[in-house]
């Protein structure tokens, strides 16, 4: 599991390089010339906000479960439940710089048992291996 999340730090580390929220470590990404509305910054942190609210909600409702159902403030597990939506969301918490819970992600992958799954059979069958494991 260690192995896993070590992958997953690497490929959010290539994505923070590219990002336009924080780390230059590849040097000037953007076409030097491009405009940009004055209106960006504002949107940015808009779309980070919403971001923090939505997650915040999964935390409460669903955390450890792959996904939220916000309407009934509950969770489904259509993939394995092995909290789909922490994994998702990590490049995300990265380069939004949310470190908070970028780390609480960390831990939580660490001890993903991948042996198991909490899925029923019955969704289970019609589940692909594949669309899990490029998921994860
Ligand atoms: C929430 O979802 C779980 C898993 O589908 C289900 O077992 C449980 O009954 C649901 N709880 C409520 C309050 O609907």
């Known amino acids: 599991m260690v192995g896993l999340a070590v ?3 690497r490929c959010i580390g290539i994505l923070a390089v590219l990002s336009p929220f924080g780390s230059t470590i590849a040097g000037q990404v953007q076409k030097p ?21 939505s997650y915040n909600a999964y935390r409460k409702f669903a955390f450890g479960h792959d996904d939220l159902l916000p309407v ?7 993939r394995n439940g ?3 939506s922490i994994v998702d969301g ?40 594949r669309r899990t494991a490029r998921r994860f």
């Not at 009934?72 to 259509?78: A, E, L, P, R, Y």
């Not at 939580?108 to 019609?126: C, M």
Request: overall charge negative.
């Open 82 to 84: 092995w909290g789909a």
């Open 33 to 53: 010339s491009l405009q940009v509305p004055s209106s960006a910054l504002q949107h940015r942190e808009d779309v980070k906000d919403i971001f923090i609210e």
């Open 7 to 9: 992958t997953i730090v």
């Open 90 to 129: 990590m490049a995300t918490m990265q380069i939004m710089g949310l470190d908070d819970f970028f780390n609480e992600a960390v831990n939580f992958v660490g001890k993903i048992d991948l042996s198991e799954s909490k899925t029923s059979d019955a969704v289970r069958q019609v589940i692909s291996t």
């Open 72 to 78: 009934t403030k509950n969770f489904s597990d259509g």
